[in-house]
């Protein structure tokens, strides 16, 4: 059974900086992609970065040089850095995971940026 874990979520200031990371465990195969999504209070999740295998990052447009999203493709790890936090981040990170046709979804944590 495939898990994925995320850690790293905390309250933060304005302008301060989080490092999140996603550990899996269940899979002896490499994932396809992962990444990470989020979901503010009364929002719908919505993509924050997504790695393939084979390079490519995605960024929202509200992340795009503030967050930098890395994997170790061996380990199935994912780490997402992020700097210049704004209130607007707010929200439950969630790790994801693709296998195939296979979506996998960690618990999530929580990040706050107080303003």
């Known amino acids: 059974q495939v898990q994925l874990v995320e850690s790293g979520g905390d309250l933060v200031q304005t302008g301060g900086s989080l490092r999140l990371s996603c550990t899996t465990s269940g899979s002896t195969l490499s994932f396809n992609v992962m990444g990470w999504y989020r979901q503010a209070p009364g929002k719908s999740r919505e993509l924050v970065a997504l790695?393939?295998?084979?390079?490519?990052?995605t960024y929202a447009d509200s992340v795009k040089g503030r967050f930098t999203i890395s994997r170790d493709i061996a380990l199935n790890t994912a780490v997402l850095q992020m700097n210049s936090l704004k209130p607007e981040d707010t929200g439950v990170y969630y790790c994801?995971?693709?296998?195939?046709?296979?979506?996998?979804w960690g618990q999530g944590t929580q990040v706050i940026v107080s303003s």
């Open positions: 994801y995971a693709r296998m195939g046709l296979a979506n996998y």
């Open positions: 790695l393939p295998n084979g390079g490519g990052t």
